[in-house]
């Protein structure tokens, strides 16, 4: 089967070189080179020969990259080239609701870091889930319910495109994101994650809209999360940190995190 089938699949599967293609499209051009002697069977038989022979890289399940067999492609550049082409594509295909990119990668988009995350957060109505993007790469899928309220239609409103080059993504905006990355930071990625606020606050200190931080809240949102706003906020700009402290008094509670 191998020696009758694989250069006729190979000279096929060689008009997708260096683009990712899914099981359905391999499907059907094995289909088409194999005609009525075509199974499953034999596909992922010869599937097996083509990964062996570095015709096709397995991204993750069911999504191959067609290649050359002597050309080189290293894990990293694959994720660099893909990742965010396969986290539009995957949401597109698994998520029923409208979505958007939210928690600390949103912080890092408007603050133009557009390196790819171990895991990143998509919030959606009705989806929660774990997935793979690429290879190790995750999407943690997340909605948002208060009081079995679904308010992922309330934070829709405060989303906009940020255009990564070749596509363009929904993203939550600042103020958004400020809370749900300062919502419960492990002790790894705290430094991080306050000198990232830190900056993002000097630098949008007169734009930031604390409406919006007064909605989440009273919708029961991420208290904690505006008890740290404030707390960081104090020393980059006092105004800024007053307006914030004024949303707690009036729609929140004090914390302390001593």
Known sequence: ?????????????????????????????????????????????????????????????????????????????????????????????????????????????????????????????????????????????KTYVSSGNNLFRLYKKHVSKIDLGRIMVPVVCMEIALLETLYNPSVVHKWYIDGLVKKLLKKYKNTLDPSIWALVVKNNKHHSSLNRLYVLAQSVDKKLADSIFQIIKKYSYILSFS
Request: glycine share 2%.
């Open 1 to 141: 089967m191998k020696n009758v089938f694989f250069d006729s699949i190979v000279v096929a599967l060689m008009k997708s070189k260096n683009k990712v293609i899914h099981i359905d499209v391999i499907r059907r051009i094995f289909s088409a080179v194999m005609q009525d002697t075509y199974t499953d069977k034999k596909m992922y038989k010869l599937l097996y020969y083509l990964k062996n022979r570095w015709y096709l890289i397995t991204l993750k399940k069911n999504i191959y990259f067609v290649k050359q067999s002597d050309d080189e492609y290293s894990e990293q550049w694959l994720t660099d080239r893909f990742y965010w082409d396969l986290v539009k594509q995957h949401c597109k295909e698994y998520v029923k609701s409208d979505w958007y990119i939210g928690w600390l990668k949103a912080l890092e988009l408007h603050m133009s870091g557009y390196d790819v995350p171990d895991e990143i957060m998509i919030v959606n109505a009705d989806k929660q889930a774990t997935e793979v993007i690429i290879f190790d790469k995750k999407v943690l899928f």
